[in-house]
């Protein structure tokens, strides 16, 4: 199977091109009591993912509403490293309102605490902070629930095997993929015949996560599955495996990007935790516009998700959920 994978630049192109046929409008800004045409810049947590790229066509469908503009400014890897210097530099522009999913919950609160003081405000989207009070809503999907479904999708696939099960996840200090580790944790207990060898991280990193599955699978023989907590992670655990023709492991993971989409038709993914990132998106851009025109927010939102099988991929509850750096038609 060819691996899928988008360029930070080309993911970027696509998704501004996206953005455009989604139609955005030019507005003149101003968080002053107008009910319309603000500026509004987007974060997403890295370029080259087609979840961020849904989540902005939600953005951008609330946003059209008011005639408001969306500028997409996007990190080449999902680390505040690369995040906060574009968050300093779309500062310095002046948006009414910046929506972000921080790569880190900790290392973005100072520099959007930069923002408020400014009079910029701030919606979280996806991801959240240790501490969100700055922050005039909170949008994401309820990643531990989504976890929970995760271990029971992979206790029902597994249909009653023993063995070890390893978990991949993305970095510390994530609070979405912290959070789907610990419900899948939770979820895991129900079956004590699987032995939970816990949690390493790749750093987002695909090499890394196939060095992590090669080296489990040869110390631990008896691994039955794997749970992936993000994309590059499936796909390292993908080409671990494959390297070692060994089909005995089942892998869980949350991808329903277009690379994860084919390793459910290839069979080398047997399910994947589909959240609903267009969903997402439009409720951080209405909280957003709710907060500059001083209608009622919601505090905090939580979105659902779906499990996406070789059986159910077809059919329509999950096909309109599927990652795209194509906006659905208005």
Known sequence: MRMLR????AAAALLLTSLAACGADSGNGGGDGKTGAFKIALIPGVA??????????G???????????????????????????????????KPDVIIIAPTDSKALYAPLKQATTQGIKVVLVDTTLEDPSIAEAEVSSDNIEAGKTAAAKLIELLGGKSGSV?????????????????????????????????????????????SIVSSTVAAHPDLVGIFSTAAFNTEGAVAALRARK????????????????????????AAQV???PYDEGVSAGEQAINALTGKPVTKKISTGAVVATKDNLNSPEVQKYLYS??????
């Open 6 to 9: 988008w360029s930070a630049t």
């Open 48 to 57: 080259n993912d087609a979840y961020y790229g849904s989540v902005a066509c």
């Open 59 to 93: 953005v951008q469908a609330a946003a059209k509403a008011t005639g408001s503009t969306v500028d997409v400014q996007a990190p080449k890897t999902f680390s505040p490293t690369d995040q906060i210097p574009i968050l300093q530099a779309v500062i310095a522009k």
């Open 166 to 210: 390893l978990t991949v996840n993305l970095s510390a200090g994530v609070t979405t993929t912290d959070d789907r580790f610990k419900g899948f944790a939770e979820g895991l207990k129900a079956t004590p015949a699987l032995k939970d060898l816990g949690q390493q991280y790749s750093n987002n990193s695909v090499q890394t996560a196939s």
């Open 246 to 269: 060994d089909n005995n492991v089942t892998i869980v993971g949350f991808d329903a990007n277009p690379p994860g989409v084919k390793q459910i038709q290839d069979g080398e993914v």
């Open 274 to 276: 589909v959240l609903k």
């Open 325 to 330: 750096f194509t906006c659905p038609a208005a």
